[in-house]
């Protein structure tokens, strides 16, 4: 090695050396920033896992209100079978009515005439 290489080597190693180092320095910043963003994901994640167990809690609660509301309606409504019966005794207890209503207007007409 002459004199003058020695120099240009040192200046080359300096230069590289200042190369790897800001490499580093950009390599941190980009980890730093990727874990910042990272940090949050994952705020944003336990908040929104929060606010899905309280919606599912508000469902369940709905569903069992509406699940009771459908037992009572079921339990009070009136069936086809039931609504047929019930017109057949009012059937019939019109036409008892009606029999009996004719049988007094025939009688007047009897004792009348």
Known sequence: MTSEEVPNLALALETLRRLVEVGFEKTNGSTALILQRLDQVDDRHA???????????????????????????????????????????????????????????????????
């Not at 017109?87 to 029999?99: M, N, P, S």
């Open 47 to 113: 908040e929104l896992a929060q606010r899905v167990e309280q919606d599912r809690a508000t469902a369940e609660i709905r569903y069992a209100a509406l699940e009771a509301r459908l037992d009572a309606v079921e339990r009070e409504s009136v069936t086809r079978t039931q609504l047929t019966e019930r017109t057949r005794q009012i059937i019939g207890v019109v036409t008892a009515l009606v029999a009996v209503a004719g049988a007094v207007i025939a009688l007047i007409q009897l004792t009348r005439g």
